[in-house]
């Protein structure tokens, strides 16, 4: 694929004189396209003149005639109330097109198996998320024959250049990383990855694009669990990937088509009302995440705080430069290694020991033996999945609150 390829074009609005969504010059700001995109009371759906989006639940779209196509046809891989949700997250990433899928892992998996063959590679590091892991780590080489490379030094572009070749498929990188908020400069591996006609891939589920917007900065294709921030409070399993048109039907019917299936009707409806507060969740899971790291970064039973507002962090810089605020995820190392960590998160009382991140109530959750036990302790250590780190997304409780959380649970060590 050549550099010219890679392109991004405005984000899905409505436009009233020809009642269709497109994408013309458009100056609506983030928030607006988050309570909009996608979706007009008097266009779309206009038999109902709905003020909130409808559901359609149905799972397949009758023939009116033997040889007229309903479109769409079957739930698996296009519903109304799923292609709305995908206008808006398309608009919301700045991305030609979206395709939703049943989890993050899916969506990652769908991708991946549409675009490598056996023989194939795709260049990523070890800062990824569980399941991506396993997925780069055995699943796809050991099943579909494509090798991942994972880059030793991700912080320096060269090093991902290094990896790179003609088997070469995709470049895939997760920033601010889960659970060690890693950064990595997206402007500079895009750089690299399109020099030698490669897209780039980058996860914004940690940041969202309330706080990140990865496209601006030369990515392709965007990968998103809309499990976590994005649905925001834990009742909606869901993936997303945006990109260009091409790539992103391709997927829809090469693959989602047989080892489906997109977000189900009620889950996208539900993921469209969370939508719509993301960018204020955001703001308070930073304000909120910020007092925490202060807090925690100069606690006498604390070894190591990774937040990327932290000034200790060591791509603060990087990460003031390509993110507007530093989110709610966050991890921190206790002394005293597993056991410690067993002692804290027992002793909670408002934050809950759960696998997940991304919720309005705050949540710990230990790396080493819940999500990252794949990897050799020697992959771990290179990360800095410590035997100590927990996990912790921070919610939008009152701060204090959770502070006064943290010390007492931090006092029983
Ligand atoms: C950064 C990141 N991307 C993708 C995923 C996968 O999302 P899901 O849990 O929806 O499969 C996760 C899950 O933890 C994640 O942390």
């Known amino acids: ?58 799972m397949t779209y009758p023939y009116k005639r033997f040889d007229e196509i309903p479109y769409p046809v079957y739930g698996r891989t296009k519903t ?9 997250l398309a608009s919301l990433e700045g991305g030609e097109a979206c395709l939703t899928a049943a989890s993050g892992s899916q969506a990652l998996f769908n991708l991946i198996f549409n675009m ?5 590679n795709v260049i990523t590091t070890l800062n990824t998320f569980g399941e991506g892991y396993k997925q780069a780590a055995t699943i796809f080489p050991e099943r579909c024959g494509v090798e991942f490379r994972f880059v030793e030094n991700p912080a320096d572009p060269e090093s991902w250049d290094q990896e790179i070749d003609d088997a070469t498929k995709l470049v895939w990188v997760e920033t601010p990383s889960n ?12 750089d690299v990855a399109h020099s030698r006609g490669v897209p780039l891939m980058v996860d914004n589920t940690t940041a969202t694009a309330a706080l990140q917007k990865p496209m601006e900065l030369g990515a392709d294709i965007i990968l998103l669990s809309v499990t976590k921030f994005l649905a925001g409070n ?15 039907e391709d ?49 006498p039973k604390v070894k190591q705080v990774n937040h990327t507002g932290l000034a200790s962090h060591p791509q603060y810089d990087l990460a003031q430069k390509q993110m507007s605020g530093p989110g709610g995820l966050m991890s921190f190392v206790v002394e005293g290694g597993v056991s410690s960590a067993a002692i804290v998160m027992d002793s909670f009382q408002l934050i809950c020991h759960a696998v997940t ?39 939008l409780e009152n701060v204090d609150d959770l502070i006064a959380d943290l010390d007492q649970a931090l006092g029983k060590v």
């Open 179 to 190: 659970p060690t908020l890693f950064v990595t400069d997206i402007a500079a591996v895009g």
């Open 251 to 299: 997927v829809r019917w090469n693959t989602t088509e047989f080892v489906g299936a997109i977000m189900q009707p009620f889950d996208s409806w539900l993921t469209l009302q969370y939508l719509e507060t993301l960018s204020m969740r955001m703001e308070r899971h930073s304000l909120n995440s910020q007092k925490i790291a202060e807090f925690l970064v100069d606690h």
């Open 80 to 88: 109304p109330t799923a292609a709305l949700l995908e206008k808006r």
């Open 234 to 248: 834990a009742t909606v399993l869901g993936g997303a990937i945006v990109g260009p048109e091409e790539l992103i």
């Open 1 to 58: 694929m050549e550099k010219e390829l890679f392109f991004m074009r405005d984000p899905w609005v409505y436009d009233s004189q020809s009642e269709q969504f497109q994408r013309p010059d458009s100056n609506l700001g983030f928030d607006t396209r988050a309570l909009h995109a996608g979706y007009h009371p008097l266009g779309d759906m206009e038999q109902f003149r709905a003020f909130v989006p409808p559901i359609v639940p149905s």
């Open 357 to 395: 991140f991304g919720t309005s109530r705050s949540i710990c959750m230990h790396p080493a033996t819940i999500t990252h036990e794949h990897m050799t302790p020697k992959e771990r250590a290179a990360v800095g999945v410590d035997d100590g780190l927990i996990r912790l997304s921070i919610g």
């Open 116 to 120: 490598a063959r056996p023989g194939d």
